[in-house]
Nanobody, 117 residues
Framework: QVRLVESGGGLVQSGGSLRLSCAAP???????????MGWYRQAPGKERELVAS???????DYADFVRGRFTISRNGSRKIMFLQMNDLKAEDTAVYYC????????WGQGTQVTVSS
C-alpha cells in the first residue's frame, strides 16, 4: 500500500481558490511517475466521485463539473501531486482524496474543503 499525505483543504468563500497537495514521500521518482493518479471527492450522503486524473504520460482529464476551474498537476522530483481549485462553488464542498495506482495503490487520508456561499 502506497502512503499518501494530503494537505491544503480548508474553508473558503464562493469564488475563492485553494490548492490541494498529495505527497508520496516513500516513493522514488520513477515509481511516482509510473502511475495514474487522481483526485476524488465525497460529499455527505453521496458516493465518492472522480474529479481529475493524470496519466503516466501526463495527460489530464477532468469531470465536467470542474473542467475549466480545476487543474491537476504533479512534480516528479518532489513526488507531489496538486489540485489547483479556482472559482470554487458551494457544491464543491466535500472531502477530497488523492489516489495512486501503479504496481501498488493507495489513498490519501482525505482533506475537507468547505465553500461558503
Amino acid at each position: 500500500q502506497v502512503r499518501l499525505v494530503e494537505s491544503g483543504g480548508g474553508l473558503v468563500q464562493s469564488g475563492g481558490s485553494l490548492r490541494l497537495s498529495c505527497a508520496a514521500p516513500r516513493l522514488i521518482t520513477s515509481t511516482f511517475l509510473d502511475s495514474v493518479m487522481g483526485w476524488y471527492r465525497q460529499a455527505p450522503g453521496k458516493e465518492r466521485e472522480l474529479v481529475a486524473s493524470i496519466s503516466r504520460g501526463g495527460t489530464t482529464d477532468y469531470a465536467d463539473f470542474v473542467r475549466g476551474r480545476f487543474t491537476i498537476s504533479r512534480n516528479g522530483s518532489r513526488k507531489i501531486m496538486f489540485l489547483q481549485m479556482n472559482d470554487l462553488k458551494a457544491e464543491d464542498t466535500a472531502v477530497y482524496y488523492c489516489h495512486f495506482q501503479g504496481r501498488e495503490s493507495g489513498w490519501g487520508q482525505g482533506t475537507q474543503v468547505t465553500v461558503s456561499s
